[in-house]
């Protein structure tokens, strides 16, 4: 895939415009948002193509629109399956900023991630959302700050809300029980089982993690001798770990 589709580089001149004074992250992020909301609110989908990276764009939906794990590639395909689905899940036009910061990863990849929030009404739930914004030069020499990678992700239902608070509770303990009774029963004790585990904790709901190892990971630490993520680390992250 990375064949097909490298990762885009940016020219010298545009990395020096990045860095000229007044180019904040947020006032950025904030236009581009506008852009993006009045798009969707209108249901115009050549608007909302021209709010995306046109040389390489992608949206990545966890449960959010689709209900399923999808990822869509280019801005055509993007615009019209992000404009139908928005409509079936009932999507709030009004994506608020919660944060942005400019991240120069390499000198030729230099881009803003955007952390959002918004709501959707069928069902009714929180999500996030979440823009990678590389800048491409206009006619005018300016820099317009299109989307590259597009995220959205559900976060909670309304009628099942998460409640973290559960986290601090201590787990029960079933040593010497001769029968356990549980909701649900997870099968391996590996990172998956570990943050279902959580999820369900969070959720109210009873379950009891089985693993044939003495500890929580050790089918992976028991079998190499060390490992390296080859994706950043960001991508690997448990729930409930970051601040």
């Known amino acids: 895939m990375f064949r097909e589709q490298p990762v885009p580089a940016l020219d010298a001149e545009t990395v020096s415009l990045i860095s000229l004074p007044g180019c904040s992250a947020t006032n950025e992020a904030l236009a581009v948002l506008d852009k993006f909301n009045t798009a969707t609110a209108s249901h ?10 046109a040389k390489q764009a ?3 939906d966890t449960l959010a629109l689709t209900y399923h794990l999808r990822t869509f590639y280019t801005p ?13 899940r009932g999507m709030r036009d009004n994506w608020k900023l919660e944060s942005a910061s400019f991240v120069p990863a390499t000198p030729v990849l230099q881009f803003i991630d955007v952390r959002l929030s918004f709501r959707t009404t ?60 549980t909701d649900v029963l997870i099968i391996g004790g590996g990172n998956a089982a570990a943050a279902l585990a959580a999820r369900l904790k969070t959720l109210g709901v009873d379950s009891v993690m ?12 028991l079998r190499y001798d060390k490992m390296k993520f080859h994706v950043p680390t960001s991508f690997a992250e448990m729930p409930y770990t970051s601040e």
């Open 210 to 221: 089985i693993e044939r190892n003495a500890r929580v990971g050790d089918n992976w630490a």
């Open 58 to 60: 992608y949206w990545k």
């Open 122 to 181: 069928s069902p009714a739930a929180t999500c996030s959302g979440r823009f990678l914004l590389l800048p491409v030069k206009s006619d005018s020499g300016a820099l317009d700050w299109k989307i590259w990678i597009l995220s959205t992700t559900l976060e909670n239902l309304d009628l099942y809300p998460e409640d973290e608070s559960l986290l601090q509770v201590p787990g029960k303990s079933i040593h010497g029980m001769n029968r356990i009774e």
């Open 76 to 88: 055509a395909r993007i615009a019209t399956n992000f404009l139908e689905t928005k409509q079936c």
């Open 44 to 53: 115009d989908a050549d608007a909302l193509q021209h709010c995306l990276f």
